[in-house]
């Protein structure tokens, strides 16, 4: 999360796009943060750090920030 935070009021950024890589589902009760755009949460049918190399359907810049977090 404070990797997220740290995106707030970027002038250029269109949306983040977090590939949930775990065998658990974040709680439906979770708050990301307001970072002033669209953060959209994609949970791949299988567990793999090859996921984040995935073309998305909801990617729709030509430039990609990866960031990886444990």
């Known amino acids: 999360l404070i990797s997220l935070s740290r995106l707030v009021n970027q002038p250029n950024l269109n ?3 977090v590939v949930w890589n775990s065998p658990y589902l974040p709680p439906s009760d979770y708050k990301w943060p307001d970072i002033g755009a669209p953060i959209e949460v994609v949970i791949p049918p ?9 073309p ?7 430039a990609i920030l990866s960031l990886g977090l444990i």
Do not use: A, Q, Y
Request: proline fraction near 0%.
């Open 15 to 17: 949306k983040v796009v």
């Open 46 to 54: 299988r567990n793999s750090l090859n996921n984040r190399f995935l």
């Open 56 to 62: 998305l359907d909801n990617i729709e810049t030509e």
